[in-house]
Structure formats: C-alpha cells, structure tokens
C-alpha cells in the first residue's frame, strides 16, 4: 500500500521500556514486544481505541496505520478530509480516504494521546477494524522481530552492532540476510531483491497479505503467463482499492531469496500489484520464517522454521475423516544442491557464514516452550494456520489446562478440531467457551455453523439471533450473520442482517455489488419484499449484465412476482451461459408450465431432475411448485 501527494503525518511517540542486554559491545534493547494471534494467514493483534478493545491486522505492507469506514462509525470518530492533492492506492487500485484522530490510542500496553489515522478501504474480515502499519512499526526507527509462528513481534534498538549479525536467535540453524531499501517516513517499507525462475525481482515484505503474490508482469518477465503449462484461474483478489483483480496460480522453477532457494513453487500471480514492487512476500513466507528486519544496518535477516512456505496444504486425513496418527513430516531444510523436493514447500537454504556465533547480538532468546496459556495459544493460532492441526490441537489444550476459565482458548481449539475434522469434539469446545462467556460472538457463530452442517437448523438459528444482539451494526460478522442465516433456511433473517451491512457501507466498498446480489437472492427464496430485490439485481446486472447467477435471482424474483415472460427471459440468458444448472432449468420449467407451455415445461423439469434428483423438493421447500 502506499500514497501520492501525502503531507507528513505524526508518528507514534512510543513511551516503553528499553531493556538492554549487553554482549561483546553489540547491544539489542527490547523497547516493546505485541503479540499476535493469527486467525487463518492474518496476523492480528489487541489494541485500544479510546478504552475499547480493537482487533487490527499487523501489517508491515501498510505504510500508514488505517481504520475502515464502518469501524470509524462504530467507534463514533469524526472524520476530515486528507491533504490536498493526497492519493491512496493498493490492490485493486485507489480508494475514498478520510482522516480521523483517535483522543487515546494505546497500543504495547501504553496509552497515547491524539493518534491519527487515515480512514479508507475495505472489510476486512475476523472481526478487524483496521490495519497497524509502518508507523507502529517504525516508531523511533526500531528494528523489528518478525516471529508469528510464536506469536511475537518485537521492536528493538541495535547499538554499537556495526556489521554483526543480529540473527541472534540462530545459534544452532543456517540463516540469510539480504540488503533491503533505505526506508523513509515517506517510504517505510520493507523492499528487497530476490529471483523468480533466475530474473531479478523487487519483493516487499507485508504480513498483511495473508499469501504471497506476483504480479503478472513480473511472472511474464520470468516466463510464465496465464496460458502457461499448469497454470490455473482462481477467484479475484480485493484489497484496500475499489475492484477486484484477476488471479492465477502458477509453477515456478525456482524461487530465491538470499541464500534460500525454492524450487518448483506454486505462487498466485495477481493482474496488477500497484505497490511499487513486483511481489508481495506474505504472511505465509512469515508463518514458516522467523524474520528481523534492521533498518539500523539497512539488512534483513531469516531462518526457516520448517514445513511449507507457499504451499500450505492440510495435513494427512485417515479415511473416516479423523486425523491422521501422526502429522506428516516437515521438510528439512538441505544444503545447496541437493535435489528440490515437489512438494514446492522445502527450500534448499544455506547460511551466510552459518549459524549466528554467539557474540554476533546478544538479546534475551525466549526460550522454545511458552511460558503460559497466553503463549501457548499464539503458537497454536500459528500452528493451525499452517494446518499443522495435530500441534495446534496440542498447545491449545496446553492453552486450556494452564487457564481453564478463558473462554477463547477453548474458541480456538473447537476450530482447530473442526477443520481436522473432529466436529464433535470442535461442538464440546463451543459449548465450553460459551458456557464461559455466553455472548462470546466468535463462539455463537461458529457453533451456529456447525450446527447447520450437522442439520440442527433452529439451533442453528438460536446462536445466530443471539450473535446479532451483541454485534455492533456496522460489523462485517453482519456477512456471516446474514450466510448462516441463509444456510438455516432462515432468509428473513439473512435479509435483515445483509441489509444492515449494506446500510453502514458506503458505495466505495468492494464488496458492495455482491452483497447487494446476495440480498435480491435472499428475498427472492423468501418470497418477500420483491419490489426492492428486483432493485437490487438491477443495480448489479448493469454493472454486470451477463453474470449468470445473479441473471438466476432476478428470475426468480420475476416468477415469485408472475412476470413469467421475463423470468422465462432470464433463465434463458443464465443457461446459456451455465447450461448444466438444474436450478435454473428446473425453475424455468416451472415458469413454462405456469404460462401454459406444457410440453416445454415438463421438458426442463425432466432436464432438471436428470442433473439433480433432489432439485424438485429443494424448490418445493420455497413453496414453488409446476
């Protein structure tokens, strides 16, 4: 992310602690250490906005600290208008920005007063109400520790360190160091040079991608193009910009940084990056490397953690779904030469000069084992996000043993277990950490979507009428409200909560277009309120005008009004585009029948059940029968 035409802004004044350790005249002083938990590849953290709790995502991609429109009208801010002149742009190009000033910011346990952020972007999902970005980061010129697969990040203060290793941590692995960008108050961020299949590319360091991307003019430049050998279309992109972008994932030959080496990756290429870099280098690369970054020596360092980089697939499953007996092996890194393996995962890492010697830096190193449940947890959140599941499961229940009146402990070990498929035990976790903190809102969602998967739809339902008491209007769990509602089979409820979103959003939002699509198919399964559903499918067909699946809801809210022609008009353009739907043909086949076009209504309805032999007694469900 980054801007055009921005005034200086005023940085943090960070007031912690320093904690000196000295060794052999190179010191590190620990001036402040935040911890992360990581919910799926975000990294977020706690912070305070004038006395309540916040969730932001730590993002070293940020040049500056950002909260989202709907955040900033939860918290009651007042907004300004930016600098004359002031352009913000980011994935998915430039967006409306605002300016607000929060009375007490208070971040690493310190409160400050009169914190200024720019208002801008998008949701972002989980529960986060902004961005932390190199203005936290960079306070006071602080080097800063990178350790998500612990659940730390840490400021520091190099002294008298001249050309020493500050690797500090690698007394017994290889590590890199590469040169990156002198950074600025007007450019902070983290820029360095790796290769991609032997061409030099500019890569920028940025835990809040959750994956690391290519743009597609640097994949070009290395050979590859989305008609590549391989290479594969995958959902659009958003980011803090006003569009979605085109994806793909793609092999790659080899993927060097430093003195690591990957070989046969498979990266995401994005149609355009606008960072001023050709690759973002994700929370992914973060989770499986532990990273210091020197802005004192203009150097970055790295140690690989083991497992995957880029490819982060789950582990082992035994036939009934269960997990597997034991979690698969971590690759182990090898020496330069070796043979790569395929799983794109292992890099071939070698060490500058090997391992960090003891005199190189000295700091406190923490030691392996965490210390309490707090600690434990961290590392679990970190654990399943690289669907290690086994030993996130194993330090969650330390989590749990250690503190078993926190409530989130058992929250975040229910999750691990459902995704290793352990849906029993994930419900028994739920029910804990509610029975904990009733109006625990990550609790109440959770649960209510385990029990639509289990087919208890009211109890179901319950949760979700309980979460939407105690979330703020503006929230983006609205979304995930409204999509439970709607999995229940409860679509009143899905429209109202689609319709609070809509109504704490401004038209700037990226999402705007397909939640007001979710809501025109939401009233037209429910059967009410057409008037306002036809609006909503209108206003998106001319934005979209061939996109099939919302071509299917504006038919179904025509047949629901008896506009038969034009429903009959819609399916036609919706099945030429997915022919093999039988929800659009069994519809349509209803329509003709109801026109009196028997013999080509009882045709699609034939059609329809040859592809779904349920088809019929989902839409009777909604009431619309031949």
Wanted: charged content about 20%; aromatic content about 8%.
């Amino acid at each position: 992310m980054r801007a055009r035409g921005l005034v200086p802004l005023v940085l943090l004044a960070l007031a912690a602690r320093a904690i000196s350790m000295a060794d052999a005249g190179c010191t590190l002083a620990k001036r402040a250490e935040l911890p992360v938990t990581m919910i799926g590849l975000r990294p977020m953290v706690h912070a305070s906005i004038n006395g309540t709790d916040a969730l932001f995502v730590a993002d070293s991609g940020a040049f500056y600290s950002i909260l989202t429109p709907a955040a900033a009208a939860e918290f009651g801010l007042t907004l300004r208008s930016p600098p004359r002149g002031f352009v913000l742009h980011g994935i998915g190009g430039t967006t409306d920005t605002m300016l607000t000033t929060i009375n007490t910011f208070t971040i690493f346990g310190v409160p400050i007063p009169k914190v200024e952020f720019l208002v801008a972007g998008n949701d972002l999902g989980h529960g986060a109400v902004g961005l932390l970005g190199q203005n936290v980061f960079r306070v006071a010129d602080s080097d800063v520790e990178y350790d998500l697969a612990n659940g730390l990040i840490t400021l520091t203060r190099a002294k008298d360190c001249g050309h020493s290793a500050l690797a500090y941590w690698a007394t017994s692995v290889p590590y890199s160091a590469i040169d990156i960008e002198y950074a600025t108050a007007f450019s902070p961020h983290t820029r360095g040079v790796a290769f991609l299949n032997g061409t030099k590319i500019h890569v920028l360091f940025d835990t809040g991608a959750a994956g690391s991307v290519v743009s597609l003019q640097a994949a070009r430049r290395a050979g590859v193009t989305p008609d590549s050998p391989g290479v594969i279309a995958v959902g659009a992109t958003k980011g803090i910009g006003q569009h979605f972008v085109k994806g793909w994932v793609a092999p790659f030959s080899s993927f060097k940084i430093g003195d690591e080496e990957i070989r046969n990756a498979k990266l995401r290429i994005i149609e355009a990056l606008d960072a001023d870099a050709d690759m973002l280098i994700g929370a992914d690369f973060f989770l499986s490397h532990r990273v210091y970054v020197s802005n004192s020596q203009r150097k970055l360092y790295f140690t690989y953690n083991g497992g995957p980089v880029f490819n982060l697939t789950p582990p082992a499953q035994t036939a009934d779904g269960g997990p597997a007996a034991t979690p698969p092996a971590a690759p182990s890194a090898a020496t330069p030469g070796d043979s790569a393996s395929n799983d794109s995962s292992a890099p071939n890492a070698a060490a500058p000069g090997g391992a960090a010697s003891p005199g190189s830096a000295s700091l406190d190193a923490r030691a392996n084992q965490p210390t309490d449940a707090a600690g434990f947890s961290r590392r679990g959140a970190a654990a399943a996000a690289r669907h290690d599941f086994a030993r996130a499961i194993a330090d969650l229940t330390r989590a749990c043993e250690l503190d078993p009146n926190e409530g989130s402990y058992f929250y975040q070990r229910g999750m691990a277990r459902w995704q290793n498929r352990q849906p029993d035990l994930a419900m028994s976790d739920f029910d804990e950490a509610l029975k904990l903190k009733p109006d625990e809102l990550s609790s109440l969602v959770a649960r209510a979507d385990l029990h639509v998967q289990r087919g208890d739809n009211p109890a179901a339902i319950a949760d979700l009428d309980a979460a939407s008491k105690v979330a703020a209007k503006q929230s983006d769990v609205r979304l995930e409200l409204a999509n439970g509602y709607s999995r229940a089979g409860d679509f009143a409820g899905a429209t109202a909560q689609y319709t609070l979103w809509i109504d704490s959003h401004g038209r700037g939002d990226v999402s705007m277009l397909h939640v007001r699509y979710l809501r025109c198919s939401s009233r037209g399964r429910w059967g009410q309120e057409l008037e306002s559903a036809l609006s909503d499918c209108d206003t998106v067909l001319r934005a979209t005008p061939k996109a099939a699946e919302v071509l299917d809801s504006r038919a179904l809210v025509r047949l629901r009004r008896n506009e038969y022609d034009k429903a009959i008009g819609d399916y036609d353009q919706a099945l030429s585009v997915r022919p093999q739907d039988p929800w659009a043909r069994y519809l349509r086949g209803v329509a003709k029948m109801r026109k009196g076009l028997t013999a080509e209504g009882q045709a699609d309805l034939a059609a329809a059940i040859s592809l779904d032999a349920n088809i019929a007694e989902r839409t009777r469900k909604l009431g619309i029968t031949p």
